[in-house]
């Protein structure tokens, strides 16, 4: 199974878009599940479903930092940009509310997450959103000779 299948089947397993991503790639972070949960619980829907920057997005900047904390603030930010052309490439945008009105779902910034059942995973785009996110991050990561 790649990340990018291990990210998707994370988020159709209840974890968030941020948490999907981050632990597919928690053997390569050094960090340990539950703390990667831990983290990366807030940054779901778009930062506590305020519906900005996708979760799946904001998961695979943080797996960077973690990744290559070598790197320099200069360096990171390239990298996090990087990472953000290739996902808006692939989806339009990177904004969780652009990418779920853009298929029609309701925006809802409420702070109340809804229930996960088939009905939510069949007008979501997210499953397949999470799984780009992680592509994009192995494929940024195999470049630098990371993965």
Partial sequence: MTRAESAKNYFL???????????????ASGA???????????????????????GGVSGAAMCLGL????????????????????????NGSYQCGELLSGVGVKTDASPNAEARTDAYYKKRP??????DAAEI???????????
């Avoid at 397993?13 to 053997?27: H, K």
């Avoid at 340990?32 to 996708?54: F, H, I, S």
């Avoid at 991050?137 to 990371?146: A, D, F, Q, S, V």
């Fill in 13 to 27: 397993q209840g974890y968030n878009c941020s948490q999907a991503v981050m632990l597919a790639f928690a053997d």
């Fill in 32 to 54: 340990d599940a539950e703390t990667l949960k831990a983290v990366a619980l807030p940054m779901g829907g778009g930062m506590g479903r305020l519906r900005q920057t996708c």
């Fill in 67 to 90: 990744l290559f904390p070598a790197l320099g603030k200069n360096e990171i930010y390239a990298l996090v940009q990087e990472l953000v052309k290739r996902f808006t490439e692939r």
């Fill in 126 to 131: 997210c499953p397949d959103l999470v799984y």
């Fill in 137 to 147: 991050l192995e494929t940024l990561c195999k470049e630098r000779g990371r993965l």
